[in-house]
């Protein structure tokens, strides 16, 4: 069973930030937060992904509470292509393999 | 481009056929994984190498499939006598240091 409980759907206005959450309250010391979407019909889409600090790449960011029971994937600016599903999935680093849950399903509106 | 590749990206076949996917990695990663995905659930993890090593098999992976990375480098999966219940995406994925990054998928039809 995947350790991450995530909504089920989020809404966002284009050109505003998404704030996507997420708990995951048994997480591991050495276990990593990952973050993927999927857009319709295509692949899962690496994110990012953090241990305890905060992270931030071109695509988003990773807020990470302090005692890593739960995070945070933000988009600044929402476009229409992000609309897909997030997924927010705890592994223990790249050899692990990954379990998925539902996601939260994102729709950006114009 | 040098992401994940796979073939074919949708295959039909009656059931009871034999079906083959081939899936190519980004070429210095040295870890293979395939997933299943079936419609409004996330992917499930089925099978993993590390080169030419198959280390781990999910219980989803019934004796009907088989995985295989010959010589580290692509590798297939062969579903034999197909059910229609092995109607799914099949995804490949490759990792680095940093994360796996997945291939388009095979879309299978068993009708």
């Known amino acids: 069973d995947a350790k991450t409980t995530q909504p089920t759907s989020m809404d966002c206005a284009e050109g505003r930030a998404a704030n996507l959450p997420c708990n995951h309250s048994?997480?591991?010391?050495?276990?990593?937060v990952y973050w993927y979407r999927q857009i319709h019909s295509q692949g899962p889409q690496y994110i990012i992904h953090?241990?305890?600090n905060n992270e931030t790449n071109e695509m988003a960011s990773l807020i990470i509470t302090e005692d890593r029971k739960s995070s945070t994937l933000i988009l600044p600016h929402a476009t229409l292509r992000d609309t897909a599903v997030y997924y927010c999935i705890v592994a223990r680093g790249n050899t692990d393999k990954l379990i998925f849950g539902t996601g939260t399903r994102l729709q950006v509106f114009p | 481009d040098t992401g994940v590749s796979q073939n074919p990206r949708h295959k039909i076949t009656k059931r009871g056929q034999n079906v083959t996917f081939r899936c190519d990695p980004i070429s210095e990663h040295n870890r293979l994984y395939w997933y299943r995905q079936t419609l409004g659930q996330g992917p499930e993890f089925l099978t993993y190498f590390q080169n030419e090593a198959q280390l781990e098999k999910s219980r989803l992976l019934s004796d009907r499939f088989s995985a295989e990375r010959p010589k580290g480098s692509f590798s297939t999966l062969e579903i034999q006598r197909t059910e229609q219940g092995d109607s799914a995406m099949y995804l490949c994925?490759?990792?680095?240091?940093?994360?796996?990054?997945f291939g388009p998928g095979t879309r299978l039809l068993v009708l």
């Open positions: 048994t997480i591991s010391g050495n276990e990593y």
């Open positions: 953090g241990l305890k």
């Open positions: 994925a490759s990792s680095s240091s940093r994360a796996q990054y």
